[in-house]
């Protein structure tokens, strides 16, 4: 039994397709989703969509910088403003936001300015997680 998953940027779609599951970053924690699942609408957090694929050992790996995930029983929708294929994220680019947002987090002239740099953080830090577990499934 599989589901149909559909992942699409402000840019593009980057996925459409069949899985057997989906592990997905909501904002209050993972969420497994297999067929037949509740329907449900919640805002997603900046990290790594995981997507098993039928019948193959290997999961495509797409990193979100949060958005929304709509779940049908058998229709999983991911809408974000950046989504970028876990083989096209650029570790030396993500090290340097993070460095950025952390000088910003330290030199903060107002609230707003500090709140920005710790969603750039939080950005940064997600995008190095995802290079780490794809670092890890290729060996």
């Known amino acids: 039994m599989t589901l149909h998953v559909d992942i699409v940027s402000a840019e593009q779609s980057l996925y459409s397709g069949t899985a057997e599951s989906v592990s997905v970053p909501g904002e209050m924690g993972e969420l497994g989703v ?16 995981r997507i098993k694929l039928p019948d193959e050992a290997e999961e ?14 058998f229709v999983v929708t991911i809408l974000s403003d950046t989504a970028i294929r876990g083989a096209d994220l650029d570790e030396a680019k993500a090290l340097e936001a993070k460095r ?4 910003a987090m330290k030199d903060r002239s107002s609230a707003m300015d500090y709140a920005r740099a710790q969603a750039e953080l939080a950005e940064a830090m997600a995008q190095l997680a995802a290079i780490q577990k794809l670092r890890k499934k290729h060996g």
């Open 100 to 103: 950025a947002a952390e000088d």
């Open 60 to 73: 495509e790996l797409i990193y979100v910088n949060g958005g929304i995930l709509e779940i049908q029983p």
């Open 34 to 49: 297999y067929p037949r699942h509740t329907p449900l609408l919640t805002r997603l957090r900046p990290g790594t969509v």
